[in-house]
Nanobody
Framework: QVQLVESGGGLVQAGGSLRLSCAAS????????MGWFRQAPGKEREFVAA????????YYADSVKGRFTISRDNAKNTVYLQMNSLKPEDTAVYSC????????????????WGQGTQVTVSS
């Protein structure tokens, strides 16, 4: 089992930036892919971005392409989500997740989930 802990959320004005971190511990070698997801009030959880631990390949939802960047530090077992040009519609609880493969992760099926961190973007 992989344990995931997110940090870095907060309140920011529209157009601002935040960087989220997701620290992984435990059986991290069993997870090939890490992803970020978000859930706004009254809405379903949605995929934001994913990254392959070894190759570094990245994947993004259309709504965040060009604004968000996912990256990883293998030595620290940490995945980051740099969020720029934030919009009020980006307001949500952001969670990271770990999975063995990308396809299940894109379908919101993961082996482990973090507890989430709140991101609020004011207009």
């Amino acid at each position: 089992q992989v344990q995931l802990v997110e940090s870095g959320g907060g309140l920011v004005q529209a157009g601002g930036s935040l960087r989220l971190s997701c620290a992984a511990s435990g059986r991290t070698f069993s997870s090939a892919v890490m992803g970020w997801f978000r859930q706004a009030p009254g809405k379903e959880r949605e995929f934001v971005a994913a990254i392959n631990w070894s190759a570094g390949s990245t994947y993004y939802a259309d709504s965040v392409k060009g604004r968000f960047t996912i990256s990883r530090d293998n030595a620290k077992n940490t995945v980051y989500l740099q969020m720029n040009s934030l919009k009020p519609e980006d307001t949500a609880v952001y969670s990271c997740a770990a999975a063995k493969n990308l396809i299940p992760l894109l379908r919101l099926v993961a082996d482990s989930w973090g507890q989430g961190t709140q991101v609020t973007v004011s207009s």
